[in-house]
């Protein structure tokens, strides 16, 4: 063009110039939009063949990861308050440590990495990496987690992890796309989880200390949609002392502790205090607005005559300063003498004025819905209907339930439409010094985390059932959602797909992810 004339070659070489610098600008603006973090975050980063690293879903046996072909990329969708996770192997060529380096935008993405460790043969401990992970026989097993922050941008968030030695490095591209929807703060069902607040390791700490540990140890619970309680058996009894702060009902530490918006219930604490102390707390409670989330858990699983009426005398002593206040029996089975001898529906008759939450082991319930709706027929004003698993139930916590067993615990809970799950304790151990399991329990029973001494650190390491079960407490809050906007049928059909009983669920991975995939596309605004 430069041979037409001077002129247009002047005004072709300005517009050129001109196209470059809109050209530039735009491109600066679409790095500008990715946030902090994230300038540099690309999957070219991470190489487009993988060759030593396997990434699987949460419900997949790690051990037959090498069934599978090797992967580097992984695709998540996840709403606000969400939390999700991604196992991760690599095969390394060296017994060295590796470094951990994660690149991403920290402002609405939380990210955890853990390595996986087994307990008496099974690989169920969570064991939190300082920004270090050590091979076993040259084999890194690892869980990524991601929490997406309440204040998160909806869009695609990309995360790269790199795990380096001197000499090598292995990276993971992990793309989270975040949608317009958000789990409540507030569970939608209450799951009250026990802690044994003797089984830690206290030796050599102060009073304060120790107090410190329990904290944590309900503070980690705290994250995984329960609300915690401590829980201890008055010594040759069944009656139980519960109270949900790590402080003493008088400290004003508890009430604070208490007005979290994560605790969706309240245990409070009676059999230790006077008449005069039960009437100062109770209107502490009132005061501070939390007595209708507290409840009185005095009595675990009564079965004789003379056991319901210790618990209408001590129910009596409650409502006599607070009649409003919600008393929970335990129960797997009717009364085991007297006129209602082997009926386990007599109970709700038995107790009715003693007790508002009727707690019922699914044991009873026998796989059968029908006796789920029976409890429920049994409630008056007023009255709620929980359950509880224990031993080997399933689904449930212990080990003997696969790992959508573990997730299809809270499946359950919404489609028999109870309105809360209670859990004995998290940490019931015979000896956590050497870690021991009760040799009477099944395997897993009452173990849902585990003191991080028995594994190199200081702290508390979770198991991978209780990661499986928050995920099913995360479809439970998906399902309210769900139903909200389409109707309980529409969701009651959607779960069908995967839970049709307690005896009859999915058993494929795929099946379960694709519930929790329809669920996000449908609760996304």
């Avoid at 809109?22 to 991470?46: M, Q, Y």
């Avoid at 140890?217 to 915690?228: H, K, N, T």
């Avoid at 006129?339 to 319930?365: P, Q, R």
Wanted: charged letters at 25%.
């Amino acid at each position: 063009r430069c041979l037409v004339g001077s002129e247009m070659c002047i005004r072709d070489r300005k517009s050129s110039h001109f196209y470059y610098i809109i050209l530039f600008s735009f491109l600066l603006a679409a790095c500008k939009d990715d946030g902090p973090g994230e300038k540099e975050n690309s999957d070219n980063d991470v190489p487009s063949v993988a060759t030593n690293t396997w990434l699987l879903n949460s419900l997949d046996n790690i051990e037959n990861y090498s069934n599978s072909d090797p992967e580097n990329r992984y695709d998540i969708n996840m709403v606000r308050n969400e939390y999700e996770s991604v196992q991760l192997v690599i095969q390394t060529d060296s017994k060295k440590s590796l470094k951990i380096e994660r690149i991403g935008n920290n402002d609405a993405i939380e990210f955890q990495c853990r390595k996986l460790e087994a307990f008496n043969g099974k690989y169920d401990v969570l064991i939190p990496c300082d920004n270090e992970i050590e091979p076993d026989d040259k084999v890194v097993r690892a869980w990524l987690t991601f929490k997406v922050r309440s204040e998160a941008e909806a869009k695609r968030h990309k995360e790269i992890i790199r795990f380096k030695t001197d000499d090598k490095e292995y990276a993971v591209a992990i793309s989270i796309n975040v949608v317009n929807a958000s789990l409540p703060e507030t569970p939608s069902i209450a799951s009250v989880f026990g802690i044994n607040p003797q089984n830690f390791i206290f030796t050599g700490l102060s009073e304060e200390q120790k107090i410190e540990k329990r904290k944590a140890a309900s503070d980690l619970l705290l994250e995984y949609r329960i609300s915690p309680y401590f829980s201890t058996w008055l010594s040759g009894t069944m009656k139980t002392e519960c109270f949900s702060s790590p402080y003493a009902w008088n400290d004003d530490r508890t009430w604070e502790y208490l007005a979290d918006k994560r605790f969706s219930r309240i245990a409070l604490p009676s059999h230790g205090l006077s008449d005069d102390e039960l009437e100062i707390m109770l209107n502490k409670a009132r005061e501070t607005g939390l007595l209708n989330k507290v409840f009185f858990y005095v009595w675990d699983e009564p079965t004789k005559t003379n056991e319901y009426e210790q618990i209408k005398t001590l129910s009596d002593r409650i409502h006599r300063y607070a009649p409003e206040a919600k008393v929970l029996t335990t129960f797997y089975c009717g009364p085991t003498d007297g006129e209602h001898k082997d009926d386990l529906f007599a109970v709700f008759d038995i107790l009715n004025g003693a007790t508002s939450i009727y707690c019922t082991g699914v044991w009873a319930l026998q796989d059968n819905e029908n006796r789920s709706e029976q409890c429920k027929a049994k409630l008056k004003s007023g009255q709620e209907w929980w359950s509880y698993v224990c031993m080997s139930n399933t689904p449930g916590l212990a080990s003997n339930s696969t790992a959508i067993g573990n997730r299809a615990t809270m499946w359950r809970n919404y489609k028999e439409q109870n309105s809360g799950f209670l859990y004995w304790v998290v940490n019931g151990f015979a000896s956590v010094y050497p870690l021991r399991p009760r040799p009477e329990l099944p395997e897993g029973d009452g173990i849902l985390i585990y003191p991080g001494e028995s594994f190199g650190t200081n702290k508390i390491c979770t198991s991978v059932r209780l990661e499986r079960w928050r995920d099913g407490a995360e479809d439970y809050d998906m399902l309210v959602l769900y139903e909200k906007k389409l109707g309980r049928s529409a969701a009651l059909s959607l779960l069908n797909n995967v839970y049709k009983s307690p005896s009859n669920y999915t058993d494929q991975s795929k099946y379960a992810l694709a519930l929790r995939k329809n669920l996000i596309e449908n609760i996304t605004e």
